[in-house]
Structure formats: C-alpha cells, structure tokens
C-alpha cells in the first residue's frame, strides 16, 4: 500500500482501562456437609451405599452403614454424588448401556458403576424426588438388587429404596468435587486421500477410543483401573539434558500442587479440539507413525522437533469435543468475552435471540455501511502502533491486534454505533505500543498469546511448512482472543490461479460478511518473508479490504484505501502494497457464531462482572475452587 508521512500527531495521555461495569450479584457454592447416604429398602431395614471392586469393576454396594467399607459423599455443584475414595474422587454413574448417553442402549437394566467425576458425563448428574435418586433426565429411578444399585427400563421392577435422613444433605449445593474432563488423545494416520484416528493408551496406541481423564486444576492426564478404583497418569520422564524420552505411566490421585510436575500437561497450545500437548518443561508429545516404536508416545525438546524425522513422528494430536468447548470457556473468562454472570445453569433459562439462518451466516446486517464515524475508528485502531510497527506477543503484531479489535468492535458495535474511546482490547492511540494496554487489561491472556511462539517456529510433522505454521497460528490467535466465534479457514492458496479463485469466492458471500486474511509475503527479489493480516468485510458496493499498522497513514490515505473492491485482481493488488510484494500464500477466515453450547451457560467463576454486558470474566484461569452457583442453583451441564 501506497506509504504517505503522517500528516499529524496526537498528545493525548494514554488511559489505562478499568471496568465501569456494576458488579452482578453471585453466590459461591455451599460449603460441603459430606455424609454417608443412607438409605431404607424394601423390608424396612436401613443401610447405606459403598464404593465396591469386585470382578473388575466398580459398583455402588448397599451395606451396613457401620461397616468400614462406607464413605462419606457428597452431592456437589454439577448434579454428581461423589466419594473420596484414597484421594480420588469418583462418581455414580449410570450405565450408558441403559441410557444410551455416551454409547448404545443394549441393555434392559444394569448396575450403576464408579468413574472418576468429570464435569462432561451427563451419566453422572443426578437428582433427587421423592428421597430416590434418579438421572438428571428423570428416566431412570436408582434401585437395588443383590444389595447393588442399578437402574431400569422397567419402572415396576424391584427393588425400589429411599434416601432416609438425607434432606439436609440434599439441599446443600456443595462445591464441586472437580472439574475434570472426559476425553481421548487420537492422532490421524493418513495415507493417501484417507485416513485413521488412533488413540493413546498406556501401552502404546490402538484403533478403538480409549477413556483418559484431564484434571483443569493440576493438568493430569489419567487412565482409570475400574478393578482398584486407582489412577494412573501420564508423565514426561525427559530431563533437561535429554533431547527426547518415553512417556511413562504413573500411579496417582486428585491431588492439587502449587507447581507442575512430570504429570502436568499444557493443553494451552489448542486450536479447538486438535493441537500439541506441551509437558511441564514445554517439551512436545510425539508418537512415530511407522518402524517398531509405531505409536509409542515420547516428549522432544522444541529445538529438537526439526531433526525428528525418522518414522514420521507428529505432535499434533485430537481431543474429545468438550475440549474445544472448555478452551473457548477459558480464553473467554481470561479476555471477558463471556456472556453470562453468574452462568444460567439450563438451556431454558436463556432466552433465544437469534433465529435466522441467514443471519447466522453473516456477521454485520446487509445494509451496514462504513459511515465517517465507523470510518474515523477504523483508522484510529490501525494507526494505534509505533512508527516503527515492530513491537509484538510472540508471532502476533500490531496487524493481527488491529485485526481482531476491528471485527470484534464491528460485530459488537453494529447497531449503536462506534466507541469513541478506550477499544474492545486495547485503548486506541496514535504512535502508540497497542501491547501495553492489551498487557495490562488481560495479563493472562498475553501470557497465554506469548506460547503461540511455538506454532510458527517449529513443525508438527514432517515436511509441515513455514506458510502452513503462521496461517495456524493467526488462527490460534483469533480463537484465544474471540473464541465466542468460530474461524472458518479457506483452503491455503499459493499461486497466483489459486489466490484468484479463492477471493473469487468471497464476493459469493451474502453483504455483511466477515473475515481476515491471513498474508505471506516477500520482496521482489523473494528475501523479506513475512507475514500480515487484515480485515475484509463484504458490502452491497464491493469487499472492503481494511488497512492495519498504519502509523504514518493520513485519514484521507486510510479512506482512499478502504473503497469496495470488484474484482479478485484489483484485491490482490492492494494486498501486494499495490503490487510491490510477491504473494507467497493466502488463507481467509470467516468469522461466524459458534453453534456450539457454550459452557458458560453452565459455568462462571467467581468476581466474573468483566466489563459489563457480554463481556464478562474475571481475567484468570479457572479454578474449581473459585466456580460460582448458577442462577438455577446446581448447574446442568449438557
């Protein structure tokens, strides 16, 4: 783009943003009263329930309550009824062979099991009516036989039993015994056009899902041994002198440290539900994808990752669903893009404010047009760098700052019209580090931007690209700023056909729509690789094609250059700074809302007023411990 001397300058004292908002009531969760449930059954006697091990499994027993083998339980925040059990907590469970949640219904009855608690079973959500417990859904009433509880499709079968000298313990709304994560560790295999999903065990990898555990609180990953009711976690065993080791297998509980240790496993590093998993000393996981080790998970220095290459070994890795699901709950409650405080706690409690598809496909309405308002704070957010448009988080520069506060302030200010002051995440300002606000306001969320570093200097898998790298990590980068979005990617275009079909395919879009583009470029002479990022937004007129770290830019630079584009030629032309850089590569994102559940209808931690409206949170990362009621007291998790 055409580069003219700033025009004028501004000395205007920076203010550090502070919230106005009025603080919103909320309510911490009870302090437990953990007692062991008793229960009267069929004949009148009372007893009480036991966490039992027999013939491999883990049952919930009916015994004398004087007997050593009962425990005190607890009947927490997300619905789950909880034992301690050796310092682990585990939950009844209906089986899903009855249910048919989170697997087949092939069973007319079975016996409740014992599983570690986690936040993402709705096996594990009980209620209570009538002193019987039965499943969050109402289907299934507890019962017993052979001194066993179990459920059935058959409401008339016996036996049926009742809480006895229970009420008090189950109006305690009691704080949640955790907030672990069901989930799995697959990597792709692919060959050819197709491809298989392969899953992490403690004894290699295997075809068929294999249940692991995430503890949010001390970044555990754990298997469960339903014969014992014992954990056991995955450790890094590389040292600081090692450039790689094994993974091993390790014996542990639910216990909370103040520090990482060789079970601790970053799961920051995300996009979604895939990414790298990082152990306590930021050494990658990795598994070889052929020779005699196939499959064996090991940890590599970051340093190493390049000389890596014998058997194709990858770090990228699939999670369960729920896992994307909690990382846009984290990045949101660490940069107040939540929506709730306190949390709902039910689907109907929330009231539906979209209903159009159409709308759903666009961000903006159709006939949003850049006024001179819109126009001026456009340009006030690009040109709030230094002269010099170096400073930086990691890989992420002015550009992509300046990108992300342009749609995010777009989607949220569409209708009431541009702020005038302050901005969405940092204070906009002439010549001006826009890091040292964005630092301040979200320090966690910096920090967490600083270890997308690790995307664009090092490969997942062989023969993985520079190019591939930094679009991913603009990707990253969005996702943990704006993750109430979903960031939907274009194919990677790399030559000049590729680059015109697929802006061609933008004008397709309906006017209002929203996205950034992800830029690699390089001099004419192919040295200066590096990266950009803007805006573009489609109007009745044409693609709107937005300028960021602009520093030395006039507004009437800024006007001329944000005139509707009609043609995939001219477009190129302005993002080749009007034709003097060779373009290496392009993918665009297109911002949408995420149809997915958010679990901040469920979940919100405590002090998560934020800045007000739809922008709650309160700047840390989430702790069980500090997890507040929901309006509708226990919170439903779905």
Known sequence: MKLKPFLFFFSLLMTIHTSSAAPV??????DPHDKSIHVKVHTGGEYCYAPAFVNGESYVYITYCSSASVKFARYDLFKRVAWNVNNVWLCMTAPSSVTGIGGQSTEDW?????????INDPNQQWIIEGNAFYTADKKFRVKDYKWYAYISKNKNDYYDHTLSMMDSWAKIIATPVNSNIKTFIGWKFVSGSSFSTYYITDYGSRSDVFDLYYNPDNGHI??????????????????????????????????????????FWDISQLYGREGPLLDHQGNFLRVTQYGISWGSPYTVKPDYLKQDTQNSPKSEFLFAYDFD?????VNGNLGDTLVYCPAPGKKENVVQTSTSKTRSKRSLPPDFTLTDAWIQRLYDIARSSTVAGQEHIAFCGPCMLHTLQMLAELQEDNIGGPRQSGGYFFDTHPDRDPFISFRQRFPELAERLQTTENYVNLPWHVGEDSYTRTSRVTRSAALMLLPQYNWRPSTMARTREEMRRMLLNLWNAPSGTLWYISIITSDRDSSNIIGHAQPILSTNQGLVLIPTNISDFSLEDFRSDIAPITTPTRLMYYLSNRGTLRLLSLVTYQMARTDEVSLNLYISQGNCTGEGENRRGNRQLPRTSLLNQCDSGRCAIQ
């Open 325 to 329: 699901r909690w990382g846009r709950y």
């Open 222 to 263: 754990f298997r469960y041994f339903p014969s014992t009711g014992v954990l056991s976690c995955m450790t890094s065993q590389q040292s600081t002198s090692d450039n790689w080791n094994w993974v091993g297998w390790k014996f542990c509980d639910d216990t909370v440290s103040q520090t990482k240790d060789i079970g």
């Open 25 to 30: 009531p909320q309510k911490k969760p009870d």
């Open 110 to 118: 079975d016996y409740l099991l014992l599983r570690p608690c986690v």
